[in-house]
């Protein structure tokens, strides 16, 4: 199956549940934003489909088939303001036909009535990607079903799929390395990276908890750190922007006997192309192809730079875990070069995120020396409970005590590890 093939698969299950939510009246199928390839072979799919073909009028603009590959009667340069208002032969329940960005604009009025078939629309029909494509119950469960779902939800919404062609290509991709090479599911997911312009096993999705293979989250973190941390090592730049060659270089001389003579020229070939972010060459395509786990060392000392602030460490963690969950102030508050001692902003910040910070126990490691600063030691409990209350009071004179109470609170204190504490007596 080719990527167009699949792609055509999907937008006519598209069209035929459009079809049976529309029991009455026509429906007006627009094709929009979509490769003149793409257009015809979706055209062609309906009107080879028996069902199908007698239930929509196929109309496309010659422009979109400039090699006549449809039949001269599927052919039509009308409106899509003619297109909506028509009337359908008899019998007829929907058209197909085909539009512009600039033509819909101009006809605003004209989308009311119409239904888009585009990328988005299409990359979102995640569980027809996975029956069309060859995963079907008989080959997945429906356990593994739901991961392969999310996983291709998180490829998309992230953005790692940079079109509906390579998404396409990554959907086939992780289908023949389950059918064809016997793969589970997330070695195959893990194998198919390269159709996204990513290193062969470079996302260790197989490190993904089994009961947390439905989370989307996961699967965010991981797409999201590919696209800031990988994705720019393919064009020979670390996170900043800045070079890496001369990093590659040094580094390919001291690694390059680990490689076989086809994939020192591969590397060869890669160090020495002259490559920008906006073009995607072969020799990017045949290094991502080698396995991520034997090219790693390539890229090594690349991104240890200097210890990031405490501040740009905790953004990037929230980004990577937590996205959108910041505020734009607290967002700025983080940036901002941290004074010596904690501000008020900053200790309310470190209170009202602890919970978060501890999925991360360096990170939170640092915060709690950063805001307790040196704490002091003692050998005996009981010594050091009653001196933290006295410097407790001392800084809070002004607070009047409506009681003599003190309220303890420890962190997943009911996790088994913290029950299973002896206290000796």
């Known amino acids: 199956m080719t990527r167009n093939e699949l792609i055509s698969a999907v937008a006519l299950t598209y069209i ?19 490769e003149e390839s793409l257009v015809t072979a979706i055209a062609k799919a309906v009107y080879d489909d028996n069902e199908l073909s007698d239930l929509i009028e196929i109309k496309i603009s010659s422009v979109f088939d400039p090699d006549s590959q449809l039949p001269a009667a599927l052919h039509s340069d009308e409106s899509i303001t003619h297109w909506r208002h028509c009337q359908l032969p008899k019998g007829k329940r929907g058209v197909l036909f085909v539009t512009t960005q600039e033509e819909l604009q101009r006809n605003d009025k004209s989308v009311e009535k119409i239904t888009k078939i585009e990328t988005d629309t299409l990359r979102s029909e995640y569980d027809s990607w996975i029956e069309k494509s060859g995963t079907t119950k008989a080959v997945l469960d429906e356990t593994k079903r739901k991961h392969l779902r999310t996983a291709l939800q998180s490829a998309n919404e992230t953005h790692a799929a940079l079109s509906i062609e390579t998404y396409a290509d990554f959907v086939l991709s992780i289908s023949e390395g389950i059918l064809s ?95 920008t972010p906006d073009e995607w060459v072969e020799s990017q395509n045949r290094l991502v192809n080698l396995d991520w786990l034997s090219i790693s060392d390539l890229f090594d000392g ?21 996205d959108d969950l910041l505020e734009q102030e607290e967002n700025d508050l983080l940036t901002a070069t941290f004074p010596k001692n904690p501000s008020e902003d900053l200790q309310e910040f470190y209170e009202s995120y602890r919970e978060h910070l501890g999925r991360d126990k360096k990170l939170s490691s640092a915060w709690e020396k950063y805001i307790y600063r040196n704490p002091q030691t003692y050998n005996d409990f009981l010594i050091g409970l ?40």
């Open 16 to 34: 035929r549940g459009q079809l049976s939510k529309e029991q009455e009246g026509s429906v007006r199928f627009c094709m929009l934003g979509l």
């Open 181 to 275: 090479q016997g793969l589970p599911l997330q070695r195959a997911i893990d194998n198919a990276l390269p159709s996204l312009r990513l290193p062969k096993n470079s996302g260790y999705f197989d490190r993904i908890p089994q009961t947390k293979r439905e989370k989307l989250a996961e699967w965010n973190k991981i797409f999201r750190r590919l696209h800031t941390r990988i994705r720019p090592l393919l064009v020979q730049e670390n996170e900043k922007g800045d070079s890496i060659t001369d990093y590659l270089v040094k580094n390919y001389e001291e690694i390059k006997d680990r490689f076989n003579q086809e994939e020192q020229g591969i590397i060869q070939d890669f160090i020495s192309a002259d490559l």
């Open 302 to 322: 690349v991104t240890r730079t200097q210890p990031q602030p405490l501040g740009e460490q905790t953004k990037r963690f929230f980004e990577d875990e937590f």
């Open 386 to 425: 009653v001196d933290a209350l006295h410097k407790l009071r001392e800084k809070n004179k002004d607070v009047d005590l409506s009681e003599p109470k003190l309220t303890v609170c420890i962190p997943k204190g009911r996790e088994k590890s913290f029950g299973n504490l002896k206290i000796l007596k």
